[in-house]
């Protein structure tokens, strides 16, 4: 019997992940809930990532599936490609998450559960927010770093986010969806950035406070920065940079208060 529940597609990025990726957690979680589908996306991996996720995709084939591209273009290129494969799909729900999990699947169901409680919602954003009694570990140069960019970005994004940047967000798909994900990013990891920018577009008037009325972030009671990171110090380096080239390919959606 199909699971009535509305379809929940999550696209996870992949890049020489065959160190750190545990099939086990994965498939756990597809396990006990029918209603969640995963697309792995490798874009070049030199290790054995592609063969990991097709061993895994063959253990559950109604519910993870690898899509393959080369060469490698980054995270950014990567989530948009696979959104797009998604999109032309039966999800009500996709979203992006990192493969070392740094955020557990298991807050899946609650990004889920305020997209069915709140209708006017359309994203919500995992948000790594140290708060006593919740397990976030950030290396402190990454930590202070982020908090800089992140500042950076909601100045320049008009919107009063507090984390841009953690690999776990959920939209629910409507009509603007595909267009979110049309055209290529500027950006390798400052993508999330640009998606909130589009996103920006896509309501004009939309700014400010108001904005929260159909998008939320989650602080999250765990994540742990998990060892073997792909960003590079360069990566950090031209972050200010990627921010100003956002500023100016957007200036038209963000001008738009
Ligand atoms: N397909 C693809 N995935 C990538 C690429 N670079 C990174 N990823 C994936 O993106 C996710 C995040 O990468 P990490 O290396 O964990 O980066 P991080 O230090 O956690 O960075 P933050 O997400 O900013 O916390 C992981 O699932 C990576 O496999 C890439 O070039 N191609
Ligand atoms: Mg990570």
């Known amino acids: 019997m199909p699971d009535a529940r509305p379809v929940t597609t999550l696209i996870v990025p992949c890049f020489d992940e065959a160190g750190r990726l545990d099939?086990?957690?994965?498939?756990a979680f597809v396990d006990a809930h029918p209603e969640v589908r995963l697309l792995f996306v490798d874009d070049g991996s030199a290790d054995d990532t592609l063969a990991v996720l097709q061993g895994m995709a063959a253990e559950r084939p109604d519910q993870l599936?690898?899509?393959?591209?080369?060469p490698n273009r980054g995270k950014a290129e990567a989530v948009r490609r696979g959104m797009l494969h998604v999109l032309a799909g039966d999800t009500a729900y996709v979203g992006y998450w990192d493969a070392d999990l740094a955020t557990p699947l298991a807050f899946v169901p609650d990004f889920v559960r305020l997209l069915v409680e709140r209708p006017r919602l359309e994203m919500v954003l995992g948000a790594r927010v140290k708060l006593l009694g919740r397990e976030v570990q950030r290396r402190p140069l990454r930590?202070?770093?982020g908090r800089v960019a992140a500042t950076m970005a909601s100045w320049l994004l008009g919107l009063p986010v507090y984390d841009t940047q953690c690999g776990a967000k959920l939209l629910r798909v409507g009509p603007?969806?595909?267009?979110l994900f049309a055209e290529p990013f500027s950006t390798r990891w400052a993508f999330d950035v640009e998606l909130l920018a589009r996103w920006r577009g896509q309501h004009p008037g939309v700014a400010g406070e108001a904005a929260g009325d159909f998008l939320v972030e989650v602080p999250l009671l765990r994540w742990l920065d998990?060892?073997?990171s792909k960003v590079k110090a360069t990566d950090l380096l031209r972050a200010p940079w990627d921010l100003l080239r956002i500023a100016w390919r957007y200036r038209r959606e963000l001008a738009r208060g």
Do not use: R, S
């Open 23 to 27: 099939p086990a957690p994965f498939l």
């Open 65 to 70: 599936d690898v899509l393959a591209l080369a």
């Open 143 to 145: 930590h202070y770093f």
């Open 176 to 179: 603007g969806t595909a267009a």
């Open 226 to 228: 998990v060892h073997g």
